[in-house]
Every structure is written in structure tokens, then in C-alpha cells.
């Protein structure tokens, strides 16, 4: 199985912020990457997909790059209602597997 | 837009099936466009995929729960199901069903969890 690890594991922050959340997958999948955010009580939604294309909807504040087996999702200016808990996804090969998770939380 | 609704059955007990099914708007489960998929959440922890069922009624399925798994279609009620046999307190989790959408344009194909459920939580006890 393919295995992500996700850094920081938590970080606070203040509304205006740009923030950067970095993924490493244990093995080169190319840019087989996606990126969630769950709030609390709530299902997970897709951000991005692809490491760097911009779900429909998603605020353009977000962003993703990398390839290979590094990758960020970056939040360029940090507004209320994206305190949440951000989950890399590979889709390389199944099992497909997702990162532990990284909270972001206010300061 | 995909919709996605899960049953609620709420309370399984040690070693019996846990059935839950997930009822589809705004899109067919009989389509090619997606795959449907069950993906788990332990209280507190992380996302677990469980499998995926094409409209073909093709599976996959994480090989961590492999020979307890079975994912089906049920085309005539436009949803898809969820058995997971032999249960044990590890298997307590949110549950999620999702649609798997992707994009084979450039030859190889990105799939993603497009669309979730808003989750069933399972408890698993006596």
C-alpha cells in the first residue's frame, strides 16, 4: 500500500494567513494526488484534484502542486470557514489511501 | 449535481453483518461516468477507503478487509450496498458512501471522491 504522510499534523493561524500543508506519499505517484476538507461533524469535500486542478466551487484561495512523491495544498489568505481538518488522497494504485490529516485551527 | 444518502443501522452486534446502503439523486448508479465507493472514519481518526463497485458491477475492495466485504448494486432502487461480516468494536466508524469521478483524457485515469454522503455512524456493541 501506498503510504502518505501529511506535516504539520496541527497548526493555528489567524484569519488572513496563508498557510501550507505538505503531503509526502511513500512511493513516485506522479500527480495522483487530491486534497479534502472536513469540518467538524461533516463529510469530507473534494478541493483538488489531480495535485493542482481546483474543484469546481473551491474559492480560488486554494491552491496544489507537486509531483512525484511531494506535494502542497496551500491557502493563500485564510478566511473563518476554512478552519477544518485538510486529508491528502492517492489515487494512484488501490488501495487507494489518504494522509492522517493536518487541523488547522485559530490562534 | 450527485447526491448521496446513507441508511442508518445504527447498532451491529460483535461478529454479525453490518448492512448499510446509500441511495443515489441526481445521477445513476447504472452510469459509466462514475464508481461508487464506501469509505470509513473511526471515531476521531482518519479516512479508510473500503471498495468501489462500477456500473458494471466490477469490484474492488481494500484488501485490509477483502474477505469480509461485499459491495453491490441494486440498478431498479438506484443505489448501491455496503455488507461487512464477522464485525468487531474496530469496525465502530462513520461510514460514508461516495461517488468516484475522474478523468481518462490524458490516456492514464485521476479518480477522486467527488460527492459524499453526509455519513452513518455504526456502533458496534452487545
Known amino acids: 500500500d501506498i503510504q502518505l504522510t501529511q506535516s504539520p499534523s496541527s497548526l493555528s493561524a489567524s484569519v488572513g494567513d496563508r498557510c501550507t500543508i505538505t503531503?509526502?506519499?511513500?512511493?513516485?505517484?506522479?500527480?495522483?494526488l487530491n486534497w479534502y476538507q472536513q469540518k467538524v461533524g461533516k463529510a469530507p469535500k473534494l478541493l483538488m484534484y489531480?495535485?493542482?486542478s481546483l474543484q469546481s466551487g473551491v474559492p480560488s484561495r486554494f491552491s496544489g502542486s507537486g509531483s512525484g512523491t511531494d506535494f502542497t495544498l496551500t491557502l493563500g489568505s485564510l478566511q473563518p470557514e476554512d478552519f477544518a481538518t485538510y486529508y491528502c488522497?492517492?489515487?494512484?494504485?488501490?488501495?487507494?489511501?489518504f494522509g492522517p490529516g493536518t487541523k488547522v485551527d485559530v490562534k | 449535481q450527485v447526491q448521496l444518502q446513507e441508511s442508518s443501522p445504527g447498532l451491529v452486534k460483535p461478529s454479525e453483518t453490518l448492512s448499510l446502503s446509500c441511495t443515489v439523486s441526481?445521477?445513476?448508479?447504472?452510469?459509466?461516468?462514475?464508481?461508487w465507493s464506501w469509505i470509513r472514519q473511526p471515531p476521531g481518526k482518519g479516512l479508510e477507503w473500503i471498495g468501489y463497485?462500477?456500473?458494471?458491477?466490477?469490484?474492488n475492495y481494500n484488501p485490509s478487509l477483502k474477505n469480509r466485504v461485499t459491495i453491490s448494486l441494486d440498478t431498479s432502487k438506484n443505489r448501491f450496498s455496503l455488507k461487512l461480516s464477522s464485525v468487531t468494536t474496530a469496525d465502530a466508524a462513520v461510514y460514508y458512501c461516495?461517488?468516484?469521478?475522474?478523468?481518462?483524457?490524458?490516456?492514464?485515469?485521476?479518480?477522486?471522491?467527488?460527492?459524499w454522503g453526509q455519513g452513518t455512524l455504526v456502533t458496534v456493541s452487545s
Open positions: 461516495a461517488s468516484v469521478g475522474g478523468d481518462c483524457s490524458t490516456g492514464n485515469c485521476q479518480n477522486w471522491f467527488a460527492a
Open positions: 441526481g445521477g445513476s448508479v447504472s452510469s459509466d461516468n462514475y464508481y
Open positions: 463497485i462500477y456500473y458494471s458491477g466490477s469490484t
Open positions: 503531503c509526502r506519499a511513500s512511493q513516485n505517484i506522479s500527480n495522483y
Open positions: 489531480a495535485a493542482s
Open positions: 488522497q492517492q489515487s494512484y494504485s488501490t488501495p487507494f489511501t
